[in-house]
């Protein structure tokens, strides 16, 4: 479980929310929604312990949980995709999870990634693949916190269906958080709102 009590962020003079509050219960789906600038990346990066919220406070308990002064153990894709750009899509995912094996990287791989695709590095990706190729990554990691940072940016409609469906099968059994400008395809997760003054939407 993730819990956020009174937290309050700011940069400088520009805060960003205060007085969030909400309970993240493990195994629970939720989509962070709201529009540019409204702090949900910031919310990601409290809950990750990336950052340490200006108020208030927040802690992790039972499948969850982050020892001090590192991050929290997650699966999960960042605004950024982050990816080893000389290095092929499999490659990029068992650097980071070499625990898995390479056929189970292969066929996941397949499931949103052109076969022909798979030899070549991932610097001739397109936006879209380089975003999936991370997708898949932050899946295999197997970890119970799933956390996704925009996870369909560069992606067309058939792609995000494609992708959301994909994320949804799976995240089964674990805890995910969301943030996404779109919400088409995410009804099987939880919506919340994110703004100044706090979080709404049914936890």
Known sequence: MIELRNVSKAYGSHTVFRGVNAVFPDGGAFLLTGPSGCGKTTLLRLILGLEEPGGGSVSWSGSISREPGRPCRAGVVFQEDRLLEDATAAENIRFAVPEVPADRV???????????????????????????????????????????????????????????????????????????????????????????DGLSGAL
């Open 106 to 196: 292969r066929r996941e791989l397949l499931k949103l990634l052109p076969e022909d695709a798979l030899e070549d590095p991932v610097s001739s990706f397109s936006g879209g693949m380089r975003r999936r190729t991370a997708v898949v990554r932050a899946c295999l990691s197997e970890r119970p916190l799933l956390v996704l940072d925009e996870p369909f940016t560069g992606l067309d409609r058939e792609s995000m269906k494609n992708t959301a469906d994909y994320i949804r099968k799976a995240s089964e059994g674990r805890t995910v958080i969301l943030a996404s400008h779109g919400t088409e395809f995410l009804g099987w997760l939880r919506r919340l709102r994110v703004a100044e």
